[in-house]
């Protein structure tokens, strides 16, 4: 018998990463895949189950929706949004999850199975050395995990289960939402804010245990597309336009130290996510993300001018860009008065025994958005590592922390 075996928290997320909820940035869809509404309709179910109120299931978009009413002693105050995403990322499969468990780690190598063949070791994820004597919930290594966000969707729902249970602590009215394309940068777009009625709120939405963050990349999106000319190999010379080729000279034109493995911190880069050519034709599909905005903006005129000079070069119309911003810093909407969000969560942290973490995250969340629509809302941890891969995972009492900490948040919100 395992010792979670009567974890909420723990045996909730086990359940949702089985669910397969990837999203897609080629649909054009919102939902950008129909199977995300599964763990739509779950959740709504188990909102109703629980007690909560108001709860709510937009079923064209695949929103999930739901309130806790205040404390008696608290009505009339301020209300609280707790929100996660029930997505996974495109760029690993997340059908057919195999989560295993494995308790008291011993800090060495972490054989993930034969499906695989893959080895989670300390030598490549040095952090792992943290976790001795803990639990690690892991996958066979064919598929990514799902902790970003199921962790977080598990430890608001965990953490909802508890206030219905137990009336006795007090807190103010708090909302909750589930949220669908957070991972293709969609995750706000058809949000009833409406129903999210809130004054502030968190996303928990973070990596290890005491990540605390309010600081986000500004974010874009490019495609560059390039046509060229076909001609028989034979008789090519000075005729043909290779695309792919001139899509990887383009690429080559891009900062070499400005890309994700080279960079940390506040650093920026230019992130090839997708490419496919031939002579014919090619597409590249880039993000861009920087902290700052006037680098920010400086990297997006880097990409312009990539492109420009490519069409000096092969002729107008070779390489043609398609850039759009997605989300911006949310720095500022923070730092405008509510910081306070910030110094409670850290005060929650202490209060049970985790130490505070306050960085930048290096990517964004559904919070950046939120917070330029006018809902303040920062980042917390929910426990996982090495998102968006097959060697994600996450601690199980990290993911027991949470649900401490996010308990005591909503006491004092």
Known sequence: MSKFDNSEVIQRFLKYVKIDTQSSEETGTSPST??????????????KEIGASDVFFDEEHCYVYGRIPASESKKGGKTLALIAHMDTSPESSGKDVKPRIIENYDGGDVYLGDASGLTLSPSQYPELKDYV??????TDGTTLLGADDKAGVAEIMATASYLLKHP??????????????????SGVDNIDMNRVKA????TVDGGAI????????????????VKGVTVHPGEAKNKMKHAARIAMELDAMLPAQAKPQFTEGYEGFFYLTEME???EEATFHYIIRDHDMAKFEEKKEILRSAVTYMN?????????????????????????GNMFLIDNAKACMEKVGVVPKV???RGGTDGARLSFMGLPCPNICTGGHNYHGRYEYVCAESMEKVVQILLEIVKIS
């Open 34 to 47: 129909e199977k995300q509404k599964e763990l739509g309709r779950i959740l709504t179910a188990e909102l």
């Open 133 to 138: 004597g803990q639990s690690l919930i892991v």
């Open 168 to 185: 006795e602590v007090e807190h103010g009215e708090i909302s909750i939402c589930f949220t669908p394309d957070e991972e293709i940068g």
């Open 199 to 202: 004054d502030y709120g968190y």
């Open 210 to 225: 005491g990540e605390l963050e309010y600081e986000n990349f500004n974010a874009a999106g490019a495609t560059v597309k």
């Open 277 to 279: 050519g031939s002579t």
């Open 312 to 336: 000096a070069k092969y002729g107008e119309g070779t390489a043609q860009l398609t850039l759009k911003d997605q989300y911006y810093n949310m720095r500022e909407k923070i730092e405008e």
């Open 359 to 361: 960085q930048p995250i």
